[in-house]
Structure formats: C-alpha cells, structure tokens
C-alpha cells in the first residue's frame, strides 16, 4: 500500500493572466472544443475549453478540476460531457503545461508541490476561472466548479477558502476536516459525492468533514454510495491499482448516479 499512502498523505495537504492563445481542436456535432493557454505567476497553463455552439446565449460555466494525474483526457471527456449538458466547461491545468503523468511517484511529486502553497493552488484555480468568466457563453453570475480525487480536495478548498462559486461538485475528492476560518466568506453550496468502501476517506475522516461544514453551518449534501471504492467514476481505474497497488475500483453504478446526482444539484443552484 506504499501509493495509497503517499496519495492520502498528498491528498490531505489542503490571479491569473487572461488567455495568449487559443486553439480550435474539434468540432463534434455542435459541441467545440478548444485546447487553450493562459497563465499565471509566469507559469504558462493549457486547459481545455467546451460548448455547445448551437445553444443561444450564455450558460452557466463549470470548471473540472483533474485528477492528481493531470489534465489527461479523462478530464477533458467529462468537459465535453458537460458541454452537451449545455454548460460552458473548462478543464483547467493545476500543475503548468498541460502535464500529464502516468506514474503515482511523479503524480505525487507534482501535486505536493501545488498543494504545498495554498497561494499557489489558489492563484492557478482562480486564472482558470477567470479564463472562463472571459469567454462569450459564459454567464458570470453562475459558476460551479467538479473535481476528482486530488481535483476534488482543490474544488472543495477553493470553495470554502472564500472563492466566489455557486456550487462545487467533489467526486472521490480528499475531504477537509479543519474548520472553516470564515464560514460567512464561503458563497458555495456542496455536493459531495463518496465512496462508501474507499479506504482514503475512512468513516471517521467523513463524520469529521460533516463535523466541520455543520459548526460552520455551511449547505451540503453527502452522498456514500455502498461498495465504491477510490476512483469510482474512472473507468480503468482498476488496472492502475492492480499495478501500482493503490485501492482504485471503478464503479459503475455509483458513476452513473453521482453524475445524475450532479446534474440535479445543477438545476437546483442555478434556477
């Protein structure tokens, strides 16, 4: 279990320039996608732009935040998946350069240094929201932000440090269980979406979360979903963990219901 516990160790360490270029890298159906590049502090970020060109109008903007592998297609795909939901979706780049790494020892490396300085995590989350905010189909007044495993410790943290976000989706993500220094600054509401059976978030680390949102009187919706494990809505996840030995199962049935669950927490924050 050597990965599992670097991942929990990194996991639990709890603005940007505008755009200078943008590329067209797709057109399916309606639905554009553009691999884009914007930066912050002098560090150069790539994330990854989607939306329905046949929908009027703005639309509420979500940012993906990706797993502690990187902006790899996995986060790109549930961007387009939001797009065709109607949403202006950007995945965005926490590690600079678009990296996107395959082993566990390297994936650590990076997010430790992310997540060493929270000024750092805060100042690359906030020019990607700022990325998005700028673009034509978005409306301003209606962000959420969706994460994954390390993503979803960083939605989660960013949220609750006081960013300005409607709603903030944790799939799999590392919970914080410090309490909130100012519960009056924190704008978003939470969807927390987890693994019943994952053995990074133990049932003592949830009812501490829970602890925490509830002194802090915050609006918030966990959801355990029985049998799934870290990594439940990645499909392939149980080979890296057979390989790398880290506990990583992909579930099915709780994928599909977290992102359901998702779309309604959506269509209730944004009315």
């Given at each position: 279990?050597?990965?599992?516990?670097?991942?929990?160790?990194?996991?639990?360490?709890?603005?940007?320039?505008?755009?200078?270029?943008?590329?067209?890298?797709?057109?399916?159906?309606?639905?554009?996608?553009?691999?884009?590049?914007?930066?912050?502090?002098?560090?150069?970020?790539?994330?990854?732009?989607?939306?329905?060109s046949?929908?009027?109008?703005?639309?509420?903007?979500?940012?993906?935040?990706?797993?502690?592998?990187?902006l790899?297609?996995?986060?790109?795909?549930r961007?387009?998946?939001?797009?065709?939901?109607?949403?202006?979706?950007?995945?965005?780049d926490?590690?600079?350069?678009g990296?996107?790494?395959?082993?566990?020892?390297?994936?650590?490396?990076?997010?430790?240094e992310?997540?060493?300085?929270?000024?750092?995590?805060?100042?690359?989350?906030?020019?990607?929201?700022?990325?998005?905010?700028?673009?034509?189909?978005?409306?301003?007044?209606k962000?959420?932000?969706?994460?994954?495993?390390f993503?979803?410790?960083?939605?989660?943290?960013?949220?609750?440090?006081?960013?300005?976000?409607?709603?903030?989706?944790?799939?799999?993500?590392?919970?914080?269980?410090?309490?909130?220094?100012?519960?009056?600054?924190?704008?978003?509401?939470?969807?927390?979406?987890?693994?019943?059976?994952?053995?990074?978030?133990?049932?003592?680390?949830?009812?501490?979360?829970?602890?925490?949102?509830?002194?802090?009187?915050?609006?918030?919706?966990?959801?355990?979903?029985?049998?799934?494990?870290?990594?439940?809505?990645?499909?392939?996840?149980?080979?890296?963990?057979?390989?790398?030995?880290?506990?990583?199962s992909?579930?099915?049935?709780?994928?599909?219901?977290?992102?359901?669950?998702m779309?309604?927490?959506?269509?209730?924050?944004?009315?």
């Amino acid at each position: 279990m050597k990965y599992a516990s670097i991942f929990l160790i990194i996991m639990f360490i709890a603005a940007g320039c505008m755009k200078s270029t943008e590329k067209v890298s797709s057109v399916t159906s309606s639905i554009v996608t553009k691999e884009v590049t914007y930066s912050s502090d002098g560090t150069t970020l790539k994330g990854y732009l989607a939306y329905d060109s046949s929908k009027a109008g703005r639309r509420p903007g979500i940012i993906i935040v990706h797993e502690w592998w990187g902006l790899n297609q996995y986060a790109k795909t549930r961007a387009e998946m939001l797009a065709k939901l109607g949403y202006t979706a950007l995945a965005i780049d926490m590690y600079g350069n678009g990296a996107m790494i395959t082993h566990p020892d390297d994936a650590g490396k990076f997010a430790s240094e992310v997540m060493s300085s929270m000024d750092t995590a805060s100042a690359r989350f906030n020019a990607g929201l700022k990325f998005l905010k700028s673009q034509p189909e978005t409306d301003t007044s209606k962000i959420a932000a969706i994460g994954y495993c390390f993503g979803g410790g960083v939605a989660l943290r960013m949220a609750l440090g006081g960013t300005n976000l409607t709603g903030v989706v944790s799939f799999h993500g590392d919970l914080p269980t410090a309490a909130v220094k100012d519960p009056q600054a924190v704008k978003a509401k939470f969807l927390v979406c987890n693994g019943a059976a994952d053995p990074l978030n133990p049932p003592e680390k949830v009812k501490a979360f829970e602890d925490a949102m509830k002194t802090a009187k915050l609006k918030y919706t966990l959801i355990n979903y029985p049998g799934a494990k870290h990594s439940f809505t990645v499909p392939g996840s149980d080979s890296l963990g057979q390989k790398y030995n880290m506990p990583l199962s992909y579930n099915k049935a709780a994928d599909e219901a977290s992102w359901q669950e998702m779309q309604d927490f959506f269509s209730g924050i944004f009315k």
